[in-house]
Protein backbone atom coordinates (compact mmCIF):
# COMPACT_ATOMS: atom_id res chain seq x y z
CA UNK A 1 0.00 0.00 0.00
CA UNK A 2 1.59 3.29 -1.08
CA UNK A 3 2.00 5.08 2.38
CA UNK A 4 0.58 9.13 0.98
CA UNK A 5 2.51 12.22 2.41
CA UNK A 6 1.68 15.93 2.56
CA UNK A 7 3.65 17.93 1.60
CA UNK A 8 3.21 22.03 2.48
CA UNK A 9 4.28 25.39 1.29
CA UNK A 10 7.14 25.43 4.10
CA UNK A 11 8.25 22.33 2.37
CA UNK A 12 7.45 20.44 5.47
CA UNK A 13 6.41 16.65 5.01
CA UNK A 14 3.10 15.31 6.92
CA UNK A 15 2.92 11.68 6.74
CA UNK A 16 -1.40 10.85 6.82
CA UNK A 17 -1.15 7.43 8.59
CA UNK A 18 0.95 8.08 11.64
CA UNK A 19 -0.45 12.19 11.76
CA UNK A 20 2.92 13.13 12.12
CA UNK A 21 5.47 15.65 10.22
CA UNK A 22 8.69 13.48 8.86
CA UNK A 23 12.09 13.86 7.24
CA UNK A 24 13.60 13.54 4.04
CA UNK A 25 15.51 10.60 5.86
CA UNK A 26 12.66 9.09 7.20
CA UNK A 27 11.18 9.02 3.50
CA UNK A 28 14.55 7.65 2.85
CA UNK A 29 14.32 4.65 4.83
CA UNK A 30 10.56 3.72 4.31
CA UNK A 31 11.69 3.49 0.63
CA UNK A 32 14.75 1.17 1.18
CA UNK A 33 12.51 -0.88 3.33
CA UNK A 34 10.25 -1.77 0.46
CA UNK A 35 7.23 1.18 1.01
CA UNK A 36 6.02 3.07 -2.08
CA UNK A 37 5.30 7.20 -1.02
CA UNK A 38 3.15 9.43 -2.83
CA UNK A 39 3.69 12.94 -2.06
CA UNK A 40 0.83 15.39 -2.80
CA UNK A 41 0.95 19.04 -2.42
CA UNK A 42 -1.44 19.89 0.09
CA UNK A 43 -2.47 23.28 -1.60
CA UNK A 44 -2.97 22.24 -5.12
CA UNK A 45 -3.47 18.74 -4.87
CA UNK A 46 -0.69 18.13 -7.72
CA UNK A 47 1.46 14.93 -7.16
CA UNK A 48 4.90 16.26 -6.61
CA UNK A 49 6.50 12.25 -5.44
CA UNK A 50 9.29 12.88 -8.26
CA UNK A 51 10.38 15.87 -7.19
CA UNK A 52 10.79 14.56 -3.72
CA UNK A 53 12.47 11.70 -4.42
CA UNK A 54 14.78 13.70 -6.67
CA UNK A 55 15.63 15.86 -3.21
CA UNK A 56 15.63 13.00 -1.42
CA UNK A 57 18.94 11.86 -3.69
CA UNK A 58 20.37 15.68 -3.80
CA UNK A 59 20.92 15.21 -0.44
CA UNK A 60 22.36 12.20 0.25
CA UNK A 61 25.06 13.30 -2.86
CA UNK A 62 25.46 16.56 -0.75
CA UNK A 63 26.50 14.69 2.51
CA UNK A 64 28.79 12.33 0.63
CA UNK A 65 26.55 9.63 0.55
CA UNK A 66 25.72 9.56 -3.47
CA UNK A 67 25.64 6.47 -4.31
CA UNK A 68 24.28 6.40 -8.29
CA UNK A 69 27.62 6.66 -10.12
CA UNK A 70 27.90 10.03 -11.76
CA UNK A 71 27.23 8.39 -15.61
CA UNK A 72 24.05 7.22 -14.63
CA UNK A 73 23.34 10.70 -13.39
CA UNK A 74 24.68 12.53 -16.64
CA UNK A 75 22.24 9.83 -18.76
CA UNK A 76 19.31 10.83 -16.96
CA UNK A 77 19.86 14.25 -17.58
CA UNK A 78 20.53 13.37 -20.98
CA UNK A 79 17.69 10.54 -22.01
CA UNK A 80 15.43 10.80 -19.26
CA UNK A 81 13.29 8.07 -18.50
CA UNK A 82 14.80 6.05 -21.19
CA UNK A 83 18.36 5.18 -19.23
CA UNK A 84 16.57 4.22 -16.02
CA UNK A 85 14.26 1.72 -18.39
CA UNK A 86 17.25 0.10 -20.31
CA UNK A 87 19.37 -0.49 -16.66
CA UNK A 88 16.76 -2.11 -15.68
CA UNK A 89 16.08 -4.06 -18.33
CA UNK A 90 20.24 -4.96 -18.11
CA UNK A 91 19.62 -5.83 -14.27
CA UNK A 92 16.84 -7.74 -15.14
CA UNK A 93 18.29 -9.79 -18.16
CA UNK A 94 22.00 -10.52 -15.49
CA UNK A 95 19.52 -12.03 -13.11
CA UNK A 96 17.46 -14.25 -15.10
CA UNK A 97 21.12 -15.32 -16.58
CA UNK A 98 22.27 -16.52 -12.97
CA UNK A 99 18.48 -17.64 -12.37
CA UNK A 100 18.83 -20.18 -15.30
CA UNK A 101 21.88 -21.09 -15.01
CA UNK A 102 22.00 -21.87 -11.53
CA UNK A 103 18.56 -24.02 -12.19
CA UNK A 104 20.32 -25.84 -14.53
CA UNK A 105 22.77 -26.58 -12.87
CA UNK A 106 20.26 -28.66 -10.67
CA UNK A 107 20.08 -32.47 -12.61
CA UNK A 108 16.29 -32.52 -11.81
CA UNK A 109 15.71 -29.25 -13.35
CA UNK A 110 18.11 -29.98 -16.13
CA UNK A 111 16.57 -33.72 -16.86
CA UNK A 112 12.88 -31.86 -17.02
CA UNK A 113 13.26 -29.50 -19.01
CA UNK A 114 15.69 -32.23 -21.53
CA UNK A 115 12.03 -34.03 -21.17
CA UNK A 116 9.93 -31.33 -21.76
CA UNK A 117 12.07 -30.38 -25.26
CA UNK A 118 11.08 -34.18 -26.17
CA UNK A 119 7.63 -34.33 -25.53
CA UNK A 120 6.80 -30.93 -27.41
CA UNK A 121 9.04 -32.62 -30.40
CA UNK A 122 6.62 -35.54 -30.02
CA UNK A 123 3.76 -33.56 -29.81
CA UNK A 124 4.50 -31.47 -33.05
CA UNK A 125 5.05 -34.42 -35.26
CA UNK A 126 1.86 -36.21 -33.42
CA UNK A 127 0.21 -32.68 -34.67
CA UNK A 128 1.61 -32.73 -38.10
CA UNK A 129 0.58 -36.77 -38.64
CA UNK A 130 -2.90 -35.80 -37.68
CA UNK A 131 -3.28 -32.89 -40.18
CA UNK A 132 -1.32 -35.11 -42.71
CA UNK A 133 -4.06 -37.77 -42.37
CA UNK A 134 -7.12 -35.34 -42.52
CA UNK A 135 -6.02 -34.02 -45.40
CA UNK A 136 -5.29 -37.78 -46.95
CA UNK A 137 -8.90 -38.65 -45.50
CA UNK A 138 -10.76 -35.27 -47.30
CA UNK A 139 -9.49 -35.97 -50.71
CA UNK A 140 -10.27 -39.52 -50.38
CA UNK A 141 -13.73 -39.05 -49.30
CA UNK A 142 -16.10 -37.83 -51.79
CA UNK A 143 -18.29 -35.32 -50.68
CA UNK A 144 -21.38 -36.75 -49.40
CA UNK A 145 -24.87 -36.96 -52.20
CA UNK A 146 -27.91 -36.55 -50.84
CA UNK A 147 -30.42 -39.78 -50.56
CA UNK A 148 -33.70 -38.84 -51.82
CA UNK A 149 -36.67 -40.68 -50.43
CA UNK A 150 -40.34 -41.05 -51.96
CA UNK A 151 -43.20 -41.07 -50.15
CA UNK A 152 -45.04 -44.05 -50.48
CA UNK A 153 -48.29 -44.23 -51.16
CA UNK A 154 -51.00 -46.21 -49.90
CA UNK A 155 -54.07 -47.90 -52.11
CA UNK A 156 -57.18 -47.96 -50.62
Keep these: MTRLI???GSRKLYDTEESRYVSLDELAGWIRSGQDIQVID??????VTTLTLTQIISEEGRRGKGFLPSELLHNLIRFG???VTASVGKVQNG???VMRSSLDRLEPVREAREEMSRLKER???LERS???LETARETATPAPHR??????TSSS
Aim: proline content about 0%; cysteine-free.
Design 6 to 8: KRY
Design 42 to 47: NADGSD
Design 81 to 83: EKT
Design 95 to 97: VDK
Design 123 to 125: LEK
Design 130 to 132: IAE
Design 147 to 152: KTTRKK
